[in-house]
């Protein structure tokens, strides 16, 4: 897997021409998106790369054809077989690295009446083992023990530490955020929460007036009326309390605040 640098392809073509070659579909995005912006582009060529099937391949490919027909052309151009899963080879290469046959060739086997152990690499056989450890394997000297000479001792190479604090993390794209599990506000139109129009926010808000006049909660009735000149005034709603069972008794229960603006 490689992030498709022309380098890189010519190399593996010519040293490993048997070795399946795939492409990083982040750097393929990266490419892509330097001439077809959008999310919805973004969210069909990430749809193609996971698809398992063919069919499920075709399906996000037609959506981006009816969309974009230039961006289609774009990654006709780039064979699947490098960055699609449903393009991939399913060949049992777990057998063909370790020699071991798979659970499927086991069955397959089974099926035709062979012998699975005429299928495993030598190098897991009994005579091969015996093979290795045939031949006695002297023990050395230990440290303390070793010749004496004038040479001079080895160094390690000298190595030039670099000014700064050394990075732990990869180099981001410019408009790749920098932690991917939180929601940004790139691309979001931020509302005021007293008058509801888009453009400023509460501290900026020209309407507070308005909207400390027109009622509503008690935190945005504070914040509209916190700076501006006033007269408060302030009367008591005399209530009867009937619970002393004297209805001449007057309780002052309630109090009203009233604020003018001038």
């Known amino acids: 897997m490689s992030d498709k640098q022309k380098g890189l392809i010519e190399v593996v073509q010519t040293l490993l021409p ?3 070659h795939r492409f990083c579909v982040r750097h ?5 998106k330097g001439n077809f912006k959008g999310l919805t582009l973004k969210y069909i060529l990430w749809k193609a790369a996971r698809a398992s099937t063919v069919p499920a391949f075709e399906n996000p490919m ?3 054809h009816d969309l974009d027909k230039n961006a289609y052309n774009w990654l006709c151009e780039r064979p699947p077989v490098n960055w699609s899963r449903s393009h991939f080879s ?3 290469r777990k057998w063909d690295l370790s020699g071991i046959s798979c659970t499927h060739a086991i069955a397959t086997l089974n099926y035709l009446d062979h012998d699975i152990y005429d299928y495993v690499h030598d190098c897991y056989k009994i005579p091969t083992y015996l093979k290795t450890y ?3 394997l002297n023990p050395i000297n230990g440290r303390d023990i070793w010749p004496q000479t004038n040479n001079p001792s080895l160094l390690p190479p000298d190595v030039e530490k670099k ?3 050394p990075k732990k993390a990869r180099r981001r794209e410019p408009d790749e955020p920098s932690d991917p599990t939180k929601l940004g506000r790139k691309g979001i139109k931020m509302a005021c929460k007293l008058c509801g129009k888009e453009g400023h926010n509460k501290r900026t808000c020209k309407n507070k007036n308005a909207v400390a006049t027109s009622g509503g909660d008690d935190q945005a009735y504070a914040l509209a009326t916190a700076n501006a000149p006033a007269k408060v005034v302030i009367s008591v709603l005399n209530v009867t309390n009937e619970s002393f ?3 001449s008794m007057i309780m002052p229960t309630k109090l009203a605040v009233t604020i003018v603006h001038l």
């Open 18 to 20: 048997n070795a399946p």
């Open 163 to 165: 000014l700064g604090r």
């Open 62 to 64: 037609q959506e981006m």
């Open 90 to 92: 399913t060949y049992p």
């Open 28 to 32: 393929l995005y990266n490419n892509f």
């Open 245 to 247: 069972g004297k209805k």
């Open 134 to 136: 045939s031949h006695l």
